[in-house]
């Protein structure tokens, strides 16, 4: 069985040690020959100038194909279309098009008086430019906005109706949530790419948090595992363990593609892609 292709996902630093982090995190995954790398923006669009710099200095410093997230949050059409055009002229041929959280505190998403009021108009614009791929999110749960049974399925087709290229999905713990969704997505008429995203648990009360807050569900014998495995000093071996079989699995179903959300900890990530048998590829000679 061929080894899947793998996509990660980064987050732009806000601090020099954070900067490091970062750098070392694309040198330690870069030799995976990633299909591409994704740079997020922070909730209400709070990292806008950072992620453009990440985005970029990533593109230059190591050959990879860089997606920048963009959000429908806090900018009218014009400014959003004006950071595209600013990531074209850059060389950047993909943008990760979402309608982004609101600024902490903020209750809930508003759209700006004269911006996007939504991820499908933010497509169908950036479709329009002729100018990227746009890969869009994907919840194989329901999303906590969603309102009935079905909606994250119809408003993702509308998304690709719009232009999306592929999807990426929301993280989820078990490998039937995905390929429940994936049948979904397939009886709706959907026949472009939804890829996985898979989170490997570098820290399990941070994810679980996390994954609380997304509307991911939360398996309780996970939650018994890592209790366990933290008294024991095993929580690595066990996260290693967890993802990997998680992955291979969904390979076994057909998934030909991976995305990680690394968040900035390269090891686990990089454990789990060797696990899988993703090889390295030529840029090891020149990130190593």
């Not at 939504?118 to 999110?137: D, H, N, W, Y």
């Not at 713990?173 to 939804?194: H, M, N, Q, S």
């Not at 609380?212 to 008294?231: I, N, Q, S, Y």
Request: aromatic share 10%.
């Amino acid at each position: 069985m061929p080894a899947p292709r793998v996509s990660f996902e980064f987050f732009p630093p806000k601090s020099l040690e954070a900067s490091f982090r970062l750098w070392e995190t694309v040198r330690m995954l870069a030799p995976l020959d990633p299909e591409f790398v994704s740079v997020t923006y922070g909730a209400g669009g709070t990292t806008r100038k950072l992620t453009h710099e990440a985005v970029t200095t990533i593109g230059k410093a190591f050959g990879l194909n860089v997606a920048a997230h963009l959000t429908c949050v806090g900018a009218t059409r014009e400014e959003t279309l004006a950071i595209a055009d600013a990531y074209a002229e850059a060389g950047v041929r993909e943008i990760v098009a979402l309608r982004g959280d609101p600024p902490k505190g903020a209750g809930g998403f508003v759209p700006h008086p004269d911006g996007f009021a939504s991820s499908v108009e933010l497509v169908e614009a950036l479709a329009a430019t002729g100018k990227f791929t746009l890969r869009v999110g994907a919840y194989p749960e329901p999303h906590p906005e969603a309102g009935a049974p079905g909606a994250d399925v119809a408003w993702l087709k509308r998304k690709f109706e719009a232009g999306a290229d592929s999807a990426i999905t929301q993280f989820f713990f078990e490998p039937e949530t995905f390929l429940r969704f994936r049948d979904a997505c397939a009886a709706a008429g959907i026949d472009k790419p939804v890829i996985p995203g898979v989170i490997p648990i570098e820290n399990w009360k941070g994810v679980r948090k996390f994954a609380l807050a997304c509307g991911a569900t939360v398996p309780a014998w996970m939650d018994a595992a890592f209790e366990r495995a933290e008294k024991d000093g095993r929580s690595e071996l066990l996260a290693t363990s967890i993802c990997t079989e998680l992955c291979d699995r969904l390979i076994c179903e057909g998934v030909e593609e991976l995305h990680f959300y690394t968040l900035n900890r390269p090891q686990l990530t990089r454990d789990v892609c060797h696990a899988l048998g993703v090889p390295v590829g030529p840029r090891l000679e020149n990130v190593a």
